[in-house]
Structures are given as C-alpha cells and as structure tokens.
C-alpha cells in the first residue's frame, strides 16, 4: 500500500481509484480502517499505438498510457458525490486528471523527476532511434511536471535535490519535500548467514535496474568471489528478464523471483549492492537496507538525494568492478559493517519514520485541503 494513502488515512476517510489489469482484482489485499477502494479495469493500449500517442498527442508517452475515459468517468462521480476536501494523485501518471476535479485541490506526489530519469536512461541504455525518442519524451516530460506542478496545489517531491529542481522548472509553484516513509518496527536484528551472502534485489521490470545487475554480475560479482571465494550472491526481485537470469546463472547466483519477507531477506545478508547508473527518485530498497543494518554498496546515483555521507551511511562506487571490490572488502571487515549498519540505522530513525512521514504529509495538506 502506497506511503502517501496510508498517511492519509491516519486523518481523513479515504477514497482509492487504482487501475486494475482486465479481470483482476485490487493490487493491495488490505487497507485500513476509513479506506474504500474503487478499481478501474484498464489494458494500456498497444506499444505501437501508446508510441504515436506519446509523439501526436497531448501527453508524453508513459502518461498518455494511463490515460482512460473509464477512470475519468470514476474520478467524475467521486467529485460530485463526495465532495472530498483534496485529491492526490499518487505519481505523475494520475496528474492528468487534474482537468475533472471541478476545484478540489489537487496534492501532486512526486515518486520520481519523471524528465530526469527518462533524460538518463536514453543516454546510459538506448542508442539509435530509440535514443531520439527517450529524448523527445524527455523533453515533453518536462513540460508536463511543469504544467502539473502549477496546477497542483501542493506538490510533493521524495528528496530535497529534486524538490530544488522542481521548483527551478515550475516558480511560484508550491513543492515541498516529502520522504518515503519506513516501518522501522519490521526489521530486527541482523542474523547474516556463513558462508555470507550479497543481496541485490529490485524491481527489474524497470530495465535500469536489470541493466544495472547484468553490469554487476559480470564485472562486478568477479571481484567479490575474488576478495572471498565463498560468497554467495542472490538475485532477489520480480519479472527478472531473461537476460538477467542468464547472466545469473552464469556467475552462480541465486534467482529469487520473490520472497516472503524482504526483512528476513536483508537480517541473513551481510552486504546489500544497488548497482544503478541511471534514474532519479529515491531507493526505497536502500532506505530499508540501512533500517535493517544492513550495509549497502551503491552508486552515486543510487543513493542520490537520501542524504547519507558515504563511508558513514554508505559505501559508495562508480563503477561496477569497483562496487565488486568495496563489497569484497567489506565482507573480509565485520567491525567496519557493524559500524555501517549503526550509521545507517541511526539515519534512517532520524529521517524516514513511517509516523513522522505521516504526520508531515498531513500537516502540508492541512494547508490546502477544503
């Protein structure tokens, strides 16, 4: 369930529209008290079709594919009957629907700086045509937080870095930073198992995370088994492309398509490696690393914007074949990981609260909210 919805709840009667695969049924399978959720069923069209929308029509690419008359038709009747005292659209794939809500304030949250990351993806992963295109879409991206965030009432970016450049795109506009808000309560103590274990895990649906990890497994993972030749390494995440499983196999590595309890996952680990060249947003799997004392070797732009002092928080590489060598170090130094994981459980108490997100979400919208 999304930070942002169960903030909400702590204070109002809440109303969720999500959209649903055809003849599925709600993505989350329980929700708080005060929470009544409405779904939409929705096919994104076709690539070819949601590609030439994304080039003729009025929204980029990766908005113009959720845009439905169905969910219009839905947010329509929740306006009028419910006369709510704001509405948020959760990512800025929602913030379209801004045209129907007849005066309701709009709350925009910001998961990532949607022009930054398509901006960095085209020139770290795509070449050719589809370079030219990620950059077009870039650009029309831009325009779009833009338009979104003057229209907003009240946006909500997830780190400072990209609260700052969003207020550089959109002036006047009122943008505040919002963290990811963590469950501290579920992560214990670390239990790491022997022979160790390096975690990478992720959503590799998106391709800069499985890009990221094939890049690591093959320039990366030989420099850990060099440093400790016992190591083990797991592959932990959904929709692993077959590129991904491929090169795991062939460096040895557990493929762990899911897990029950990525807390249980990160207590057995003793390094956790996000091996990221491009995006924007925040990691939330980093933010849950260094709340389960877990040490985590990143790039810089995998720990961007979480405001962690690398060597402190972190450990931090530019390259894979140097992420591989801080990891097999730290695996050969228990005394420099027990300090890592103090550090990163100390910021992570300070800054990313679940109750303190809370109450910071609902003192901002307080402020608009009719």
Sequence with gaps: MSQSIWAAAQAYDVTVISFVQDGGGPVPESWPPGVEVRTVPHRPPSTPVALTQGLFGKLPYTLARYRSAAFARVVDDCVRTLRPAFALANHLHTASYVDRLDGVPLVLREHNLEHLWMSRYAEESLHGPARVYARFQARRLEAAERSFCRAASLTLAIQDLERDALRALAPGAWIETLPVGIDLDRFGDPRPEHPPVVLLAGSFAWPPTAT??????????????????????????????????????????????AVPSMAEEMARASVMVVPLWSGAGARVKIMEALAARLPVVATPIGAEGLGLEPGRHDVEGESAEEMGSLAGALLRDPERRASLGREGRAHAEAHWSQGVVARLQNELVRRIAR
């Design 212 to 257: 990221g990890a094939i890049r690591f497994l093959e320039d990366g993972w030989p420099r850990v088994r060099a440093a400790v030749p016992d190591a083990r390494l797991r592959v932990v995440g959904k929709s692993q492309p077959d590129d991904l499983v491929q090169a795991a196999r062939a460096a040895g590595a557990d493929i762990v398509p």
